[in-house]
């Protein structure tokens, strides 16, 4: 019988905020499919755990402590990778920051601190990746966009969903300036997916949330990773510019 080949053989994959949550599942997945990986996240030992178990499951990994919210953190990180890897072939922008609460609420550190992880940051990353992208004419970028960023929201800081509109448009704009060069650059909108940072929302709340989804479940991290690993492989060379709902069939466009 023969043996699928791994999507992600002799590719290297940064992903940022991958300590826990989706973007552990998106470096567990990658490095199951043969990427090199590159963990970062604020917390050092979630990083260091993240490493480990994908070490241990005989996969390929490098960690590296960093906020993305620091233009300096991002370019060490990957001139880490470089050091180790040779280049990057995959960026997936998951780091992000969610408040709850009112536009009352919402204080200047908020505003900055939202924008500055989940705008910044993306824009940091996706700058120091380009040159490397564009000498190889190849890479796959991925950003972790929301329904908010689409719809708006009544639950989280009003901050949050105009930082996902800007995920949403900075990723059509990559895509339309990378896209000569062999780089895609797409985004997911996730809603209703069951991570820790959704430990605001209550059982009455996820049962509410549920029975207003046409497949009536809420997400899980798998389903999202199977998007955007498939947003990040070969597969998906003629799509860019793109930001996919998943969300059940919740929100259409």
């Not at 755990?49 to 953190?73: F, K, N, P, Y």
């Not at 990746?129 to 991925?142: D, E, F, H, S, W």
């Not at 069951?194 to 929302?201: D, E, G, I, L, S």
């Amino acid at each position: 019988m023969k043996v699928m080949e791994k999507r992600f053989n002799k590719k290297v994959a940064v992903i940022t905020g991958a300590g826990d949550g989706m973007g552990r599942q998106f470096a567990l997945d990658l490095a199951r499919e043969g990427a090199a990986v590159v963990v970062t996240d604020i917390d050092r030992d979630a990083v260091d755990r993240v490493v480990a178990e994908i070490e241990h499951a005989g996969g390929r990994a490098l960690g590296s402590a960093c906020d993305v919210s620091s233009r300096a953190q991002i370019d060490t990180a990957i001139a880490q990778t470089v050091s180790e890897y040779g280049s990057v072939d995959i960026l997936i922008n998951n780091a992000g920051l969610l408040v709850p609460g009112t536009i009352e609420e919402t204080s200047d550190e908020l505003i900055d601190r939202t924008l500055d992880i989940n705008v910044k940051g993306i824009l940091y990353a996706i700058r120091r990746v380009t040159p490397l992208m564009k000498a190889k004419r190849y890479g796959r970028i991925v950003n972790i966009a929301s329904i908010t960023g689409k719809r708006g929201d009544n639950s989280t800081v009003f901050v949050y969903g105009a930082s996902k509109g800007a995920v949403i448009s900075l990723t059509r704009s990559a895509a339309r300036e990378l896209g000569p060069f062999g780089i895609t650059c797409n985004a997911v909108a996730p809603h209703a997916i069951m991570t820790r940072m959704m430990r605001y929302w209550d059982d009455a709340k996820k049962e509410s949330a549920a029975a207003q989804i046409p497949v009536r479940r809420l997400g899980t991290t798998q389903d999202v990773s199977r998007l955007v690993l498939f947003l990040a492989s070969d597969e998906s060379s003629f799509i860019t510019g793109e930001t996919v709902n998943i969300n059940g069939g919740y929100y259409m466009d």
